[in-house]
């Protein structure tokens, strides 16, 4: 007899080798295995290098599968399933809304936690994660609409000297991931409708690109300079510093190429 079990396992930023150990030895003996890499993406894997590492099939599935169809849990039911998603797999809403049915129907569930941009970007940029405030996720312009939220939300932790996490549009079903350069080109086009003064010539944005991939690169500067430069590709991150801590300053110059003159002359 099968043993009814959901197994969640976040599989880190990039690569078959991101998941620990623990994770792996789990879904080595799942039954089966789902994958939602809609919410993010895995950096130079795909579904079929998974599967050979883990030696088992992968049924990939889109977010409104993940939220409308009752096949995992009447799977998990039954017999073990395992369910993967880059990054840690906890931090999207509707992962959790799963643990909850699975919670509600009686399904022991394990949940192997992985390594996620939350943390990756704020600590490969030298920047303090209890710095950050809220995080900001800025969408593709569709038919020139463009809401305030997002600018807004920056606005007011920049206010509060808090540092910003700016992440970008995402349609895995279409393959269209927003650039840094159309996210910097999105925030310029803010400030001429809103003109609230929180992005000028000497606003200081940094662009974390692949982090955690052998392909990661930095950047930091002020936006017309950034628009110039290869930032890398997608997947990308902003980050909108506040105040920086002198050591945060010396980190973002030396790691991403801001310009010194952040660095104050008293520090």
């Known amino acids: 007899m099968m043993t009814s079990e959901l197994v969640f396992v976040g599989l880190g930023l990039s690569g ?62 039954k017999m073990r399933v395992g369910f993967i998603t880059a990054g840690d797999t906890m931090l999207a809403t509707t992962h959790v809304d799963l643990r909850i049915q699975a919670a509600e129907c009686g399904i022991p569930v394990r949940t192997f936690h992985g390594i996620s941009i939350f943390g990756a970007c704020p600590t490969s940029l030298g920047l303090q994660p209890y710095k950050f405030g809220r995080t900001v996720t800025l969408p593709f312009l569709e038919a020139g609409y463009q809401p305030k939220s997002p600018y807004d939300n920056i606005k007011e932790n920049h206010d509060r000297g808090l540092h910003t996490m700016i992440l970008l549009d995402i349609r895995a079903d279409e393959l269209r991931y927003m650039t840094a350069h159309q996210a910097l080109e999105w925030l310029i086009e803010g400030e001429r409708k809103w003109n609230e003064g929180l992005i000028t010539e000497k606003t200081l944005v940094c662009v974390a690109s692949k982090v955690g991939s052998s392909e990661e690169k930095l950047s930091a500067g002020y936006p017309q300079d950034l628009l110039k430069h290869d930032l890398g590709a997608p997947l990308q991150t902003l980050v909108l510093p506040g105040n920086l801590h002198f050591m945060e300053a010396f980190a973002l110059v030396r790691f991403a190429g801001a310009p010194k003159e952040i660095i104050k002359e008293d520090e």
């Open 16 to 77: 078959v080798d991101g998941m620990t150990v623990k994770a792996l030895n789990a879904l080595k003996e799942c039954d089966k295995i789902y994958a939602e890499f809609y919410t993010s993406t895995l950096i130079g894997t795909s579904a079929e290098d998974l599967e050979k590492a883990i030696g088992k099939s992968i049924h990939v599935i889109y977010r409104q599968q993940v939220e409308e169809s009752e096949d995992i849990i009447d799977d998990a039911s």
